[in-house]
């Protein structure tokens, strides 16, 4: 089975929707994988931006976000 990828501030187990996110907004190619509340505070954002975001990202159709 898949090792469960973690967030790199807190350790977290990262649902697909948040790996998503942050490959949406850093670049697919990054290293680093943040939950909602450290991606905020990495961009300077509320957690709640996160979420309308991922919700745009996916009536969009971006592939990242199936």
Known sequence: ???KKKC???NKILSKDEIALTQKMLGRNVNELYCL???AEYIDCDRSELEIKIEEF???GCTLFL
Do not use: I, N, S
Request: net charge negative.
């Open 8 to 10: 790199t501030e807190c």
């Open 58 to 60: 996916k009536e969009q």
């Open 37 to 39: 509340d450290c991606l």
């Open 1 to 3: 089975m898949r090792e």
